[in-house]
């Protein structure tokens, strides 16, 4: 569960305490930052300052607090480009505030003795005294250093991992994480701007500063610039190989333009001062050099900032550019009258006045069948000759007959599933990476629908699911791997259900019967997502009944159903929030009256909303090509055959954000 669930911990109630949140908010007031996204100034929040602290340290204690939106602004760097600054709302930056008050003492302890930005008691002055001592003991040649966009740059997982080895207070660690989520939908990143930044990227690096000096070299680091001293031209050229290395292992890199090898022969500037030789000259003003008090520091930026704001990006679930159609698709026959014949060696549908559609064999993977739809005889052994499924589907998108053929057998590879099911080693680590990357992709689905809503509730499900995936490895079995699937459900489905219009939000997920339009809707392009992957099942030669995550049992799909999880948030789930919110899917497109159900032109719609977005290009993990979703499908099924027979890792596909 998250902070704001469990409101309980050794340093989270030290943060709720009254006492600390006002000590935050007499340094947020002198500071007299700018306002964030929900327009509350300083000077205003001072009118009522006592009774907003009193409601924050209660809806902390209750599980209940929420950060607000933060406000994106830009200020100028001196290379000419612009930083981006996310500028949380004043209560937050009272929290915020209160957490770095209760980590700070902790987290600077451990902190090495190189890293002198945003630490009590450590200053610029100190930083370039270092320096000038380090010149004398004979460390004369310099890497000059910068990180790329750092802050931007942090992975938060990586990060909550730094911070859960000094932390041990699940609920402060979620509350950061909250934080985290709020500000980036990318999973990288602490706003610049917030007073809790410059502590978690001081931390973040910190295991890099003691590795680089045990390199042999002395480090001198002020937040992402940084100084290696050596006493030999190649004894540098290593140090900066060494630390481009330890760099790229916490996801970062070395910025090229701004890295250089030099001597103090030579010179070089830092923070502000040129260094030639033996002299130390200070080059700019105080003012313009960083600050050393890091909430000082995010505060004057937030006054200084010209506030603007981001550029509206398109809808989270917006289709890329189209290319050509699968050339196996299904074919739909939905409308009541219409039946499939067979004329020769093809097959054609044939309306109630006589209209004929004729259908090429060899471009059709399966053919579904509505209520009042019929076939015959005829139709169906042809389909079934050419390899070609016919569904028999009820008003709710579920398969209700099949016809297929059996085909050639693939025993072996049916075998090599058998025994990767019965292997319990083998079983449940594919299981655990199936329900991976289900929650993977719930999240990031999760992410791309709140890039522009900045709903604090679908942040917090990401938290929960951030939680879920990093427990899962702890997974014993597969009721265990199931349990944390079910946890990451609880989760997404009512911050999902949020993500549509009104009046089709809703805030359960119900599969059978369907309560309302939106879970009527997912309900069928999920049955229609079934049938596709159990088509590609079928054609890479698995047998679809071998499950590991779903169980093995007579009439289940347990191995579509595996396959499924993967594909049911980038494929079914995005494609019905992208119908609803594009209005694609109306009022009219259901009957509500008596139970809840699909119109013949909501049916047409749905088909519609799911073949356009099959025929999306999509990056295949395998083969890091553009493929239709289908091409995709297949890829999958093939990757997951091989997983069986050769014992391979399987790589899922796994949504981008």
Known sequence: MTASKTGSGPFYDRVAAVDTLRRAWEKVKANNGAAGGDGMTVARFALVAESMIQRLAGALRSGQYRPGPARRAFIPKKDGGLRPLDIPCVH?????????????????????????????????????????????????????????????????????????????????????????????????????????????????????????????????????????????????????????????????????????????????????????????????????????????????????????????????????????????????????????????????????????????????????????????????????????????????????????????????????????????????????????ARLRNQRALLRRLNRTRKDAEIAEACVVLNRTIRSLDTAADIDAAMGYEGAGAAAFWPAFGRCFPEPFRFGRRSRRPAPDAANLAVNVVCNMLARDVRAVVIRAGLHPGFGVLHETADGIDAAVHDLMEELRAPVAEACVAASFNRKALTADSFVLDVGTRLTRSGWAAVIRAYESWVAQPVRSPRSRRDVLWRALMLEQAYAYAEACEQGTPYRPYEMDY
């Open 92 to 436: 937050d930056r009272v929290v915020q505030g209160a957490a770095t008050l209760v980590l700070d003492p902790v987290l600077d302890k451990a902190f090495a003795d190189s890293s002198f930005a945003y630490r009590r008691g450590r200053s610029v002055a100190q930083a370039v005294a270092r320096i000038g001592s380090l010149r004398r003991q004979g460390f004369t040649h310099v890497v000059d250093g910068d990180i790329r966009a750092y802050f931007e740059r942090i992975p938060h997982d990586r990060l909550i991992t730094k911070l859960e080895q000094h932390v041990d207070d699940q609920a402060m660690v979620d509350l950061i994480w909250l934080w985290l989520e709020t500000y980036s939908l990318t999973g990288r990143g602490v706003p610049q701007g917030a007073p809790i930044s410059p502590l978690l990227a001081n931390l973040y690096l910190d295991a890099v500063d003691d590795r680089i000096e045990r390199a042999g070299v002395r480090l001198v680091r002020f937040a992402d610039d940084f100084v290696l001293l050596a006493k030999t031209p190649a004894s540098a050229e290593k140090a900066l190989v060494e630390m481009t290395r330890l760099l790229a292992e916490e996801g970062l890199e070395i910025h090229p333009e701004k890295t250089r090898l030099v001597s103090f022969e030579e010179g070089f500037r830092f923070l502000g001062h040129v260094f030639v030789r033996s002299l130390i000259v200070r080059e700019v003003q105080e003012e313009d050099i960083p600050d050393e008090d890091a909430i000082a520091a995010a505060e004057r930026l937030l006054t200084e900032a010209e506030a603007t704001r981001p550029a509206e990006g398109s809808d989270a679930t917006a289709a890329p550019p189209r290319e050509r159609s699968d050339p196996v698709f299904p074919v739909y026959v939905i409308e009541p009258g219409r039946r499939l014949e067979a004329k020769g060696a093809r097959l054609r549908l044939v309306d109630d006045i006589g209209r004929i559609v004729d259908l090429p064999p060899g471009q059709i993977d399966r053919i579904e069948l509505g209520p009042g739809t019929d076939a015959t005889l005829e139709a169906l052994e042809l389909a079934a000759a050419n390899a070609i499924e016919i569904d028999r589907v009820n008003g709710h998108g579920e398969v209700t007959g099949r016809y297929e053929d059996v085909g050639p057998e693939r025993a072996r590879r049916h075998l090599a599933q058998a025994r990767t099911v019965l292997d319990p080693a083998r079983r449940l680590a594919l299981a655990r990476t199936i329900v991976d």
